[in-house]
T-cell receptor
Framework: DAGVIQSPRHEVTEMGQEVTLRCKPISGHNSLFWYRQTMMRGLELLIYFNNNVPIDDSGMPEDRFSAKMPNASFSTLKIQPSEPRDSAVYFC??????????????FGAGSRLTVL | KQEVTQIPAALSVPEGENLVLNCSFTDSAIYNLQWFRQDPGKGLTSLLLIQSSQREQTSGRLNASLDKSSGRSTLYIAASQPGDSATYLCAVRPDDYKLSFGAGTTVTVRA
């Protein structure tokens, strides 16, 4: 398995622009998480999906952030409009809720976002 | 709210020395605890996962222990190598899906 795949790896954009980050979880994993990592706040959970359904989005900073999971193999995190304080590394992670390897969280390589 | 603390924040040791990394958490009602490694500019790699019913897990040179009653976990890395240089994070999972991460310990192994 290729692991959790995220794109783009790096994104530099100007304030006010729309940003879309993409994630392909590991096949067979039914839980998907979006995290944000900054030096000041460490790792923060933004949103959690189980079987493609958003279960907890309480970590989404504000209405500018939205996430979708239209099917088991794809998820997006969108920021519109973007602001400089959104600059961070955004990680997607997936896990299996049952069976062998259950609950072991596998992270993607991350998308480093810089908003100028 | 679960608070996870990792001390020290940074550690530098000569090659060959054993590493001891500490993680403490405030709420002992956990489902499992996971140790991760993060290399600069990279994602997190899972090292070991300890279920709440377990006392320790081992993988190669790595051994992680869990003492729920005292709210502590320790990651031991035997015979450290320069390739072990990275940031190590522990994450505690309560009964639901959320992980509470520590801030990490940055390890440097000097050749």
């Amino acid at each position: 398995d290729a692991g959790v795949i995220q794109s783009p790896r790096h994104e530099v954009t100007e304030m006010g622009q729309e940003v879309t980050l993409r994630c392909k979880p590991i096949s067979g994993h039914n839980s998907l998480f979006w995290y944000r990592q900054t030096m000041m706040r460490g790792l923060e959970l933004l949103i959690y999906f189980n079987n493609n359904v958003p279960i907890d989005d309480s970590g989404m900073p504000e209405d500018r952030f939205s996430a979708k999971m239209p099917n088991a193999s794809f998820s997006t995190l969108k920021i519109q409009p973007s602001e400089p304080r959104d600059s961070a590394v955004y990680f997607c992670a997936s896990s299996r809720r049952g069976g062998a390897g259950a609950n072991v969280l596998t992270f993607g390589a991350g998308s480093r976002l810089t908003v100028l | 709210k679960q608070e996870v603390t990792q001390i020290p924040a940074a550690l530098s040791v000569p090659e060959g020395e054993n590493l001891v990394l500490n993680c403490s958490f405030t709420d002992s009602a956990i489902y499992n605890l996971q140790w991760f490694r993060q290399d600069p500019g990279k994602g997190l790699t899972s090292l070991l996962l300890i279920q709440s019913s377990q006392r320790e897990q081992t993988s190669g040179r790595l051994n992680a222990s869990l003492d729920k009653s005292s709210g502590r976990s320790t990651l031991y890395i035997a015979a450290s190598q320069p390739g072990d240089s990275a940031t190590y994070l522990c994450a505690v999972r309560p009964d639901d899906y959320k992980l509470s991460f520590g801030a990490g310990t940055t390890v440097t192994v000097r050749a």
